[in-house]
Structures are given as C-alpha cells and as structure tokens.
C-alpha cells in the first residue's frame, strides 16, 4: 500500500485556514499572520484555536444553569445534563468576532500548554505506553506454530 504524504503549501494553509474562519470576521492577512506567526503548527493547532475562542461563551452558560463558577470538580451537572439529553432550553451561541490579537493570545497559550506538556514529558510517557501496548498487541496476534 502507498502512502502518501501531502505537505500543503501556504497557500493551501491559507486557505483551508480561511475556511475554518470564515463565519468569525477574519480576514486573508489575519490568517497569513496567524500561520506566519505559528507556521510549525499542524492544521489542528488553527482548529483547536478557533474552538477555544468559544470557550468562554461555554463557561457562562454552565455558569448560568449551575450559579457557580466553572469547576468540573465541584459543579452538580444534573441540571446541565438534563438539558443536553432533553434538548432543551439549549443557548444560542454568537458567533465569535476574532480579532488577530485575540487570536494571537490565544495561540500563545495554546503553545505554552503544549510546552508544559512536553516539558513534563507526559506525551513522550503516553506514546511509551502506546508503542508498548502496540508491541503487545502485535506480539500476541502473531502466535506460534506448532504448539497445539
């Protein structure tokens, strides 16, 4: 089987990048200086940046059927959890206007989290336990002749 790598130019990054904001007000230069400005990142870096500018609107809406700040550990969801399996009373979100900076801020703290999660070496230690898990896997759907 072939593999096939695809390596977008920045043209391509631009414009895919353009679709995924097309609806938030950001415009072609907003997008080249984002990709200029975070231009090692994957595509998923854009996506997650886009969906974490949403967030906040999230959090107020928790906020308003709980009445208490958001924190998973301490927040009773049931009258969360009794509007998403019933589908009712559900907000409508605006949509975001990003502004570049907004972005940008946004953007750095997403590669702070990165950094902090690699400084940490927990993904090294969660891909330790994938490649160990898939030499398992891999061991054990070999099996060996001759013994049955």
Do not use: C
């Amino acid at each position: 089987m072939d593999k096939f790598y695809w390596d977008p130019s920045f043209e391509d990054k631009v414009e895919i990048v353009l679709q995924m904001y097309r609806d938030d007000g950001v415009t072609r230069a907003d997008v080249e200086a984002l990709l200029t400005r975070f231009g090692n990142q994957g595509l998923d870096f854009f996506g997650h940046l886009r969906s974490s500018t949403y967030d906040n609107q999230i959090r107020d809406w928790i906020e308003q059927i709980t009445g208490s700040k958001f924190d998973a550990e301490k927040i009773n969801f049931s009258e969360l959890h009794r509007r998403l399996v019933k589908q009712k009373d559900l907000p409508q979100f605006d949509p975001v206007t990003a502004t570049l900076g907004m972005l940008v801020a946004e953007g750095e703290r997403l590669v702070a989290e990165q950094d902090a999660v690699n400084a940490n070496k927990l993904s090294e230690e969660y891909l330790k336990h994938l490649r160990e898990a898939k030499k398992r896997s891999a061991w054990g759907g070999i099996g060996l002749q001759g013994d049955g």
